[in-house]
């Protein structure tokens, strides 16, 4: 099964923060396919065809026991990590299958939970704070003048998405690197 994880945090308080990127483009991917996400203890999930959708519920610093919970329950083949990135302008994507964390403490949980930095990663950039408080920017919510950008941000991502769910890590990165040119000038 193809396993996609939003990262972020659970609860109102957090839904619209940059942290939380992962969660809103799952959210938006599943209200357009009529799919509803199902609670279970440590995540949630919804299944589009056989393509596992999973938010988890544990916060984003334990990221990592979610996905173990699921890795032990089912067979996954192939698992996309849908991230914010501080390190990329607003809208810009970077596809990689292994790298270090950069900080993200989602990917170390997730990198300590699986034992190896070698997973698949879909970063999608929310600027960078010219001063200040890295955590307190994260979890901050987009600007409204940046809300405009979103739009443009979840078309590209549900293209390179759905290629993926045809396909596969490669194909979508085939895709991306068509499109790119196209998408970064509306950024």
């Known amino acids: ?38 609670r279970k203890k440590l995540f949630d999930f919804a299944i589009h065809k056989e393509i596992y959708f999973l938010k988890p519920r544990t916060y984003m610093n334990r990221s990592g026991d979610a996905i173990t919970s699921i890795r032990t329950s089912h067979k996954v083949d192939d698992m996309l ?34 034992g190896s930095k070698k997973f698949n990663r879909f970063r999608i950039g929310v600027g960078n704070p010219d001063a200040g408080n890295l955590s307190d920017y994260v979890l901050s919510n987009f600007k409204k003048e940046e809300k405009e950008k979103l739009n443009e941000v979840y078309n590209f991502s549900r293209l390179l998405l759905e290629e993926y769910f045809k396909t596969d890590f490669n194909g979508m990165l085939d895709k991306y690197s068509r499109l790119k040119k196209t998408y970064s000038e509306k950024f």
């Open 1 to 38: 099964m193809k396993l996609v994880v939003g990262l972020g945090n659970p609860g109102s308080k957090y839904k619209r923060n940059r942290h939380n990127i992962g969660f809103w483009i799952l959210d938006k991917l599943a209200k357009s396919y009529k799919i509803k996400f199902k």
């Open 81 to 114: 990590i849908l991230l914010d990135d501080i390190n990329l302008e607003l809208g810009e994507i970077r596809l990689r299958e292994k790298g270090g964390f950069g900080g993200h403490n989602g990917l170390r949980s997730i990198g300590r939970s699986l």
